[in-house]
């Protein structure tokens, strides 16, 4: 066998013993499991997070919702209050002018009110 294939040998046995030794140490302190386990708890704390932020979103949402109902009914219900009151105004004062009208004729015939 020539130095060269020897040393290929020896290369190729030593670098299979170093992947074993990982894997045997990798298995013995269960570093790999440690890092897959860490990685699975931080996934599934952000999978939850995640969906409680999602749900109080939607909860925002609806309550956002109902009180813009709740101020679109009453703006348009100030609204109709407001015409309602500037039509009792306008009546009001068709009124008093018809009042005073009829005042001033009578006092034009000659009764005192």
């Known amino acids: 066998m020539s130095d060269m294939a020897r040393d290929a040998a020896l290369v190729a046995a030593a670098g299979s013993v170093f992947v074993f030794l990982g894997k045997l140490l ?18 599934n704390e952000l999978h939850a997070e995640t969906a409680a932020l999602k749900a109080e ?7 956002v919702n109902e009180w813009r109902e709740k101020y679109l009914s009453e703006k348009e219900l100030n609204g109709q209050l407001r015409n ?13 002018h018809e009042f005073d ?13």
């Open 26 to 43: 990798d298995r013995a302190f269960g570093w790999r499991r440690s890092r897959e386990d860490f990685a699975t708890t931080l996934r």
């Open 57 to 63: 979103i939607g909860s925002l949402r609806r309550e």
């Open 84 to 96: 309602d009151y500037a039509r009792l105004l306008q009546d009001h004062e068709e009124l008093r």
């Open 101 to 113: 009208a009829l005042t001033q004729r009578l006092e034009e015939s000659g009764v005192t009110p």
